[in-house]
């Protein structure tokens, strides 16, 4: 069966490699933001397909009969238009998400829908964690009354401003060396996205530990599909077994 993968994650390579070694015909796209990514096994596509219109072309002309959004749960646009360039087709679309982080007993969260919001929440003279990605920085680093470290894998487009410091690493992260970390930076609040997953809740743990504050960005709503929240379930929902 030829399946398209939209990856980007740990979850979406380790989804191809298992549809590889069943035999299918898998081709993963990537959007080509990150510097030597680890690729998966079978084809790959690197870059944007064009809105809408270029991602229905390119299922029809490869002839693609599954597709699975297998993206950031924050991809944004790629994920809507999956949707709709399913809809368009008529080819199957299954969404892999990785269920949400969930507040725990006596963690201090509070919950926005937007960046902009959650730069708002912020108090005067925050020592801030900041670990949502490129999207949305400008809208934080505006906060010149609040002190930021910020951690992404790749470099941002933006030079950092004299409140901000930025830090490049790439998870995962322990809850000891989380603690390290927001301790050594006299870290007040942690602003995050509910990515979901293992490989960066050990932040979470460690905020809950420390006292520090989360403000935590909600997921968006991407629209109809299949949704799973396993491997073992992406693959039973593909129609293909175990």
Known sequence: MKILILGGTAEARELANRLVAMGHDVTTSLAGRTQDPI?????????????????????????????????HPYAGLISINAVAAAQQTGIPLVRYMRPAWEQRMGADWITVETAAEAAAALPPNADV??????????????????????????????????????????????????????????????????????????????????????????????????EVATIDDAISALGLGG
């Open 39 to 71: 690729l998966p096994e079978g084809d790959i596509r690197m870059g944007k397909f064009g809105g809408i219109p270029g991602l229905a072309a390119y299922l029809r002309a490869a002839r693609m009969e599954r597709i699975v959004d297998a993206t």
């Open 129 to 226: 964690l900041l670990t949502t990605g490129h999207t949305g920085l400008e809208q934080f680093l505006e906060r010149d009354d609040c002190q930021f470290v910020v951690r992404t894998i790749e470099t941002p487009e933006i030079d950092m401003p004299r409140h901000a410091s930025l830090l490049q690493t790439r998870p995962p992260y322990d809850v000891e060396s989380e603690m390290r970390l927001m301790e050594r930076e006299g870290i007040t609040h942690l602003v995050t996205k509910n990515s979901g997953g293992a490989q960066t809740a050990a932040k979470l743990e460690a905020a809950q530990r420390l006292g520090v504050k989360v403000i935590m960005i909600a997921r968006p709503a991407y629209g109809p599909a299949l």
